[in-house]
């Protein structure tokens, strides 16, 4: 009987191989085998016919082209033998013991099975992917690009099927990739609200200041910053107000430190603007009677000084800025009224702004 349930597992395994690797076996001449021995005994815990038809399905996925199953002879080319062990033929067995003698890595392996908290039904299938997985640890050195098995000796199937099923086991024995390298952030705008500070002559605007940053070399932490700005102040006199208004170009080479997360930028400081002043101031003559005087002019204004950038990351391309000033006045503005000054543009300047930067 047992001869019997043999040849008939064999020969369902020989034509299901046929029929799924004909096309591939043909193509290498000499085809992949594998020999199964299976349990002395065909009646016990599992099925003793079912597991060879999985087990040689699974085999073929892996570029298996050919199942030999004992008793027959053992065929010339035989790359791997599969035994499945059971210590008795008895139903409730809870265990067998898997082989697996690997001739291309010249290693064995060996498993134990537990089938106590499996029912019948299943055992089968578990017997047939254990076993395909023993044999594929086995194998999974094969798709190392250093493997010690060469090339050559290795079926272009087997090698291909290990790369696509183990590429995840490859990468763990393999060790991580390396990081990519992120491209550096080279550009970065920003915006912020700013007070600008005359502390000699009484003088203050308040306005907005936009920028652009560009970084010059990955490899030195050098940044060209350009910026524009606007910004308004009244000038308060004893008979009535002064509007100032103020636009300018500022650049500035800038020296950056610290991480993505905080950084800092230092460097001199260059602004060119131009200011008008409009106001018009209410006088009393004798008769008593108010009358209205205008007051207009305007002029270049010249700073010299050093800015610096204090940076924090809200997230990956978005920072919140401070941004402080340093100045000199090169070339300023003085604001009189009736022969006496009320207030200008000019001498020792500060400015403060806080705004938001992306970074590209």
């Known amino acids: 009987m047992e001869r019997i349930d043999n040849h008939l597992a064999l020969g369902a395994l020989a034509l299901l191989g046929a029929v799924l690797c004909a096309g591939e076996a043909r193509g290498q001449g000499v085809p992949t085998r594998v020999r199964i021995e299976p349990p002395a005994c065909t009646e016990g815990p599992f099925d003793g016919r079912g597991w060879l038809t999985l087990l040689a399905s699974e085999l073929h996925t892996d570029g298996v082209d ?155 932490p050098l940044v060209l910053r350009a910026d524009l700005g606007g910004a308004y102040g009244l000038a308060f006199d004893r008979s009535g107000e002064i509007d100032v208004v103020l636009v300018s170009l500022g650049a500035s080479l800038q020296l950056v430190t610290g991480s993505e997360a905080l950084g800092l930028s230092l460097g001199p400081r260059v602004e060119l603007g131009w200011a008008w002043v409009q106001g018009r101031l209410a006088e009393v003559t004798e008769g008593g009677a108010p009358t209205v005087r205008a007051l207009s002019g305007n002029s270049p204004v010249l700073l010299v000084g050093g800015a610096a950038t204090l940076r924090s990351a809200l997230s990956s391309r978005w920072s919140a800025v401070l941004e402080l000033t340093v100045g000199q006045t090169v070339r300023g503005v003085r604001i009189s009224s009736s022969g006496q000054q009320v207030s200008g543009l000019e001498g020792p300047s500060l400015s403060l702004g806080v705004g938001l930067s992306r970074s590209w």
């Open 66 to 220: 050919a199942v030999d199953i004992a008793p027959a002879p053992e065929a010339p080319g035989t790359m791997a033998v599969v035994r499945v062990d059971a210590p008795s033929c008895r139903p409730d067995l809870t265990e067998v013991q898997l082989t697996v003698d690997d001739l291309l890595t010249h290693k064995s392996v060996r498993r134990t099975l537990s089938l106590e908290d499996l029912p019948t039904s299943a055992r089968p299938r578990a017997v047939a992917l254990a076993a395909a997985e023993l044999l594929r640890a086995s194998w999974a050195e094969l798709g190392l690009p250093d493997s010690p098995v060469a090339p050559s000796a290795v079926p272009p199937a087997v090698r291909r099927a290990m790369l696509l099923r183990l590429a995840p086991a490859v990468r763990e024995v393999s060790g991580p990739s390396p990081p990519r390298a992120e491209e550096p952030q080279r550009w970065r705008a920003s915006g912020a609200l700013e007070a600008l500070v005359f502390p000699g002559q009484s003088g203050a605007v308040l306005g907005a200041r936009a920028s652009a940053t560009r970084r010059l070399w990955d490899r030195l």
